[in-house]
């Protein structure tokens, strides 16, 4: 693969070696916005049959935001009754303990939890480690406790922050990659948890 | 009635007495003959777990153990030592006991403690050691060594010698001095602080704790290097050079050799990207919010 730049051949041998972005020389928008202005204002006249009329738009638009609300209303109560985990059910095999303070404020879901990472063994996993969290945390010698919590509320914070991030700038691989991470990061510490209050075993 | 009182006085005074003797701390000692290449499994919920290398083909536990500690069992089964003390159900993992442990030099030791904190000096074979709220601290012998905690700090002394190192803590900080080789770390919001005399790869990952790194770098050594909110410092030295790449979302980015890092005209962050001397080894530093520190000398 080669490119050229200003009649001078770049060989590219790699993915690596290619630009992550690149920006444009100039601001293009006040282009975009007229051509879009262009398009509206010719519109109507290019053909009537596949213009819509504006009650009929209306309609399908209110369709379209109806459907898109009973989708968001799904979309939750499955994230609330397979994801997020249920107060006073345990993991399989574990007793339901009561999650001690500080728990739910450090566990609870962020919003792009579900839709964000979709895989669903890992969606799965993560919420059967959640469930089991408590009977985990309870586990542990106080001290550990509270540091886990506060750790935990760390990545939540950092999930949030990172969220907040993507949601000014959706495209940014930078955010994308390191809210992945922290997911990761998050995983890791479920994990570790469990694995230190095993009976019998060590992390 | 004068006989009954007395008896039961005498009853009194002897059943204090044995409370007396069970709540009182007791020692054990034991040897076992153990292979040079062998492997001693360690096991102990709090206290203290001190192993260190000796030049005898055997084992020596010596253990200080708290009232609550019922015993320790010791299995020696071909080349595999099995140290363990054991609580009595009703103690919910209290009981604390002080293990010091001789082993052959070139064995490979497993800990995994609770609360127990982990001393190991003058071990040469591989290094497992796992502790929830305990500290590891001592020496990192030359072969691979992974050691992980929840809340207790790493911090642990190499000698130069190049091995796999993986250090993995939850909210504990991570102290590594003269290591070498291949180091991974990650923390949630510990500080990863690393010196290594000759890196040929680093990895380092926190949520909010800095990540500091010093390391000379061997040819064509990789670095990667990513925290949400800390700030990431990395002084690395290559006589072959490296390439380097960092970006950070609305963090700082600053060097030593004078590159002004890029900001994206109509998007947030900036971008540091350039080679030092013939480029050979790659170093990538990403962070959303903290502020990035390069430099290639030490």
């Known amino acids: 693969m080669s490119g050229s730049n200003e009649g001078t051949e770049l060989k590219v041998t790699r993915l690596a070696e290619l630009p992550r972005s690149i920006e444009p020389g100039r601001d293009l928008w006040p282009n975009i916005e007229s051509k879009i202005k262009e398009i509206q204002a010719a519109a109507p006249e290019v053909s009537g049959a596949s213009v819509i009329p504006p009650r009929r738009h209306r309609a399908r638009l209110s369709w379209l935001a109806a459907a898109a609300m009973v989708a968001s209303v799904a979309v939750g109560v499955w994230i609330g009754r397979s994801v997020l985990p249920a107060a006073g059910r345990g993991a399989a095999g574990t007793l339901a303990t009561k999650s001690p303070p500080g728990f739910e404020?450090?566990?609870?879901?962020?919003?792009?939890?579900?839709?964000?990472?979709?895989?669903?063994?890992?969606?799965?996993?993560?919420?059967?480690?959640?469930?089991s969290l408590p009977a985990?945390?309870?586990?542990?010698?106080?001290?550990s406790r509270a540091k886990v919590l506060a750790s935990l509320a760390t990545i939540r914070k950092a999930k949030q922050d990172l969220e907040s991030a993507l949601g000014k700038d959706p495209g940014n691989a930078l955010l994308q990659e390191l809210l992945v991470d922290t997911y990761q990061d998050e995983m890791r510490v479920l994990t570790d948890v469990h694995d230190a209050s095993e009976p019998g075993r060590g992390i | 009635m004068r006989i009954a009182c007395g008896m039961s006085m005498a009853l009194f005074v002897l059943g204090t007495s044995a409370v007396g003797f069970a709540a009182e701390e007791r020692t054990f000692d034991k040897t076992v003959a153990a292979q040079p290449h062998g492997v001693v499994d360690i096991s102990n919920v709090a206290g203290e777990v001190q192993v260190s290398g000796w030049d005898r083909q055997e084992v020596s536990i010596h253990g200080e153990l708290g009232a609550q500690v019922e015993r320790v069992d010791v299995s020696s089964d071909g080349g595999r030592t099995s140290i363990k003390v054991v609580l009595p159900n009703h103690t919910n993992g209290h009981g604390e006991a002080e293990l010091r442990i001789q082993v052959p030099r070139d064995s490979e030791v497993d800990v995994s403690a609770v609360s127990a904190d982990i001393k190991i000096n003058g071990v040469q074979g591989v290094e497992r050691l796992n502790s929830v709220s305990g500290d590891v601290t001592g020496e990192l012998g030359g072969a691979d060594a992974e050691v992980k905690t929840v809340s207790g700090e790493i911090r642990l002394k190499g000698h130069g010698a190049?091995?796999?190192?993986?250090?993995?803590?939850?909210?504990?900080?991570?102290?590594?001095?003269?290591?070498?080789?291949?180091?991974?770390?990650?923390t949630v919001s510990g500080t990863l602080g690393v010196t290594l005399d000759s890196a040929r790869s680093i990895q380092a990952r926190t949520t909010s704790g800095d990540v500091r790194l010093e390391a000379k770098l061997a040819r064509g050594a990789n670095v990667e290097a990513t925290s949400v909110s800390g700030d990431v410092s990395l002084r690395g030295s290559a006589e072959d050079g490296y390439s380097y790449e960092v970006s950070s979302f609305?963090?700082?980015?600053?060097?030593?050799?004078?590159v002004q890092a890029e900001h994206g005209k109509y998007m947030p962050g900036s971008r540091l990207q350039g080679s030092r001397g013939q480029g050979s080894g790659h170093v990538r530093i990403k962070t959303m919010s903290g502020d990035v520190q390069l430099c290639d000398r030490n």
């Open chain 1, 105 to 131: 404020a450090a566990t609870e879901a962020t919003a792009f939890d579900a839709a964000y990472v979709s895989d669903p063994r890992y969606q799965r996993q993560r919420a059967a480690l959640l469930r």
């Open chain 2, 250 to 258: 609305s963090g700082d980015i600053s060097n030593c050799f004078d």
């Open chain 1, 136 to 143: 985990r945390l309870a586990e542990l010698p106080p001290e």
């Open chain 2, 162 to 186: 190049a091995a796999r190192l993986h250090v993995n803590s939850v909210s504990g900080d991570v102290r590594i001095e003269h290591g070498a080789g291949d180091f991974e770390g990650t």
